[in-house]
């Protein structure tokens, strides 16, 4: 085996590197510390139509680039400092290219003492050109997600107030009719007036129920108030009767954000304490708004049985999983980070930091 192992060393060492240099499609050269090519493979070559005597010793931003000062794109001034790899990505103006530029330093030195650096230069204009085209189709499909979110909301307004203005008040006529109806039958008709009652009553719970309606549709008096009024009413109208106890805290001057940031905070507490009725178990939650000079901090937490987040949001367990994706593309539309920090007994916390632009007056 010793000699085998000796045999194997012995064959490596014949091998010229160059050679392997040159078997390389891309630019790679040899350059000391000051910019001098101490080697350039076939690429280099072919690509600049010089003879390697006319590249060994040249001044690499001249040969390259036709410079007499160091091409903007190379680190190799940051490698030397650095003692470091350094790699780059640049768009050579002269060559319309984006370019890959590395330095790597070697322990090998020119014989008057300098150090050889490894400089690897490749074509990346097709991946650059890939990921501007997969960047503009994010780009359009924000957009889009964000028009659908706003043709979705104005319709859920509308509904919410064709309700509010003609189904609602039909109902509220119908309980006053059935009041003033109880109101003429004689006191003898027992069974009339019960039914009455009855009818008066379901005419009431009806009502009540259209309200929650309403206002899951669109919270109107968020529109009037702002955002911390309304999530105060959502808590106080529609929270306590799930048994939870949620408390409401704010730091801060309050102030109004632009509709479209305060009706998607809206959206994404009311789902994120829609979460926390159906799945966390808990019994206690606290929604706080910390207003700062830049920002708007928001945090939901309660003190239930928490998930495995990763579970959940491969959306296996639907329809949690699309509910937690959505809160997070909500929150993005408004240029807002959402984060959710939760393990399995200890509760969870979610997070949400939005930009204090677009304040209203």
């Not at 009540?208 to 206002?215: R, S």
């Amino acid at each position: 085996m010793k000699d085998k192992s000796k045999s194997a060393t012995k064959m490596v060492s014949k091998v010229d590197f160059r050679e392997i240099l040159d078997a390389l499609p891309f630019y790679v050269l040899l350059v000391d510390s000051e910019h001098r090519i101490v080697h350039a493979n076939k690429a280099v070559q072919i690509e600049l139509g010089l003879d390697p005597v006319d590249i060994i010793g040249g001044y690499c931003p001249k040969v390259i680039h036709g410079l007499d000062t160091p091409f903007y794109g190379c680190p190799l001034e940051e490698a030397v400092e650095k003692q470091d790899a350094v790699e780059l990505e640049v768009f050579d103006q002269q060559k319309e290219l984006w370019v890959s530029s590395a330095i790597y330093p070697t322990t090998q030195f020119t014989q008057d003492g300098k150090r050889i650096y490894l400089h690897m230069v490749t074509d990346i204009t097709s991946r650059k050109q890939a990921e501007e085209q997969l960047k503009a189709s994010r780009e359009r499909i924000f957009t889009l997600a964000a028009h659908l979110e706003t043709v979705k909301e104005e319709e859920r307004k509308r509904i919410a107030r064709d309700l509010h203005d003609e189904t609602s008040q039909v109902v509220a006529s119908l309980s006053a009719h059935l009041d003033a109806a109880a109101n003429v039958i004689p006191e003898s008709s027992t069974k009339a007036r019960t039914l009455l009652k009855k009818a008066r009553e379901l005419s009431v719970s009806i009502l009540d129920e259209l309200h929650k309606v309403i206002y899951e549709l669109h919270p109107f008096l968020l529109d009037d108030l702002g955002l911390v009024p309304a999530v105060e009413s959502l808590i106080d109208n529609y929270m306590k009767t799930s048994g939870l106890n949620v408390g409401l805290k704010t730091t801060g001057k309050i102030r109004r954000l632009s509709s479209e940031k305060e009706l998607t905070l809206f959206r994404v507490i009311q789902e994120a304490l829609g979460n926390i009725v159906r799945h966390a178990k808990a019994g206690n939650v606290t929604v706080s708004f910390a207003f700062q000079k830049e920002t708007l901090k928001v945090k939901i937490i309660d003190d239930g049985i928490g998930f495995d987040i990763e579970k959940v949001t491969d959306l296996k367990e639907r329809p949690r999983g699309l509910g937690i994706l959505g809160m997070r593309e909500r929150t993005g539309l408004i240029n807002g980070i959402m984060n959710i920090h939760t393990r399995l007994g200890k509760g969870t916390e979610i997070s949400i930091v939005v930009p204090m632009n677009n304040l209203r007056d």
